[in-house]
């Protein structure tokens, strides 16, 4: 452990940005903010969308395996889906800002911050594929053995 405090402390009084590096940092934190400024207003037509399906008048159903669901089932799921995509929105926001901020002040704390942050994003995307590569692992093998069974 006391060899990892010493390597990072070595990387960071030898570690420098180029310009080139810096040019690259801004120009990826503008992307970012902007997505992420696109990924907050889809959120919130996934939460006007869910509020029309629970709120509204709508009267009809999904037709399903053998059964429906309830509109106000769908708006729920609207509104779990906005919630599970507002999280690596808000961390690739505070990335693209704390970056900019960063870069701007050459605050070396604001900078392990936005990296910080970047981090999260792409910790939440990798756990959120793994999740549904599982799920749709599961459903394979399930119709697999589904189909051997219905011959």
């Known amino acids: 452990m006391e060899n990892d405090l010493i390597d990072e402390q070595q990387i ?4 420098s940005l180029s310009n080139s590096a810096v040019n690259y940092l801004k120009e990826t934190a503008k992307w970012a903010n902007f997505i992420a400024i696109l990924g907050f207003v889809g959120i919130g037509l996934m939460l006007l969308i869910a509020l029309f399906f629970v709120v509204g008048n709508v009267n009809f159903r999904m037709k399903t395996f053998g059964g429906g669901l309830s509109p106000t089932s769908i708006g729920f799921i609207y509104i779990i889906m906005a919630g599970i995509y507002f999280f690596p929105v808000m961390y690739l926001y505070k990335f693209g800002t704390k970056m900019k901020f960063a870069l701007k002040s050459k605050s070396n704390t604001s900078l392990t911050e936005s990296f910080e942050n970047l981090k999260s ?7 959120f594929l793994i999740v549904f590569l599982s799920i749709y692992i599961v459903a394979f093998i ?3 053995i589904a189909a051997l069974f219905m011959r």
């Open 142 to 144: 399930g119709g697999f």
């Open 121 to 127: 994003h792409y910790k939440f995307l990798g756990i």
């Open 12 to 15: 960071q009084t030898e570690l």
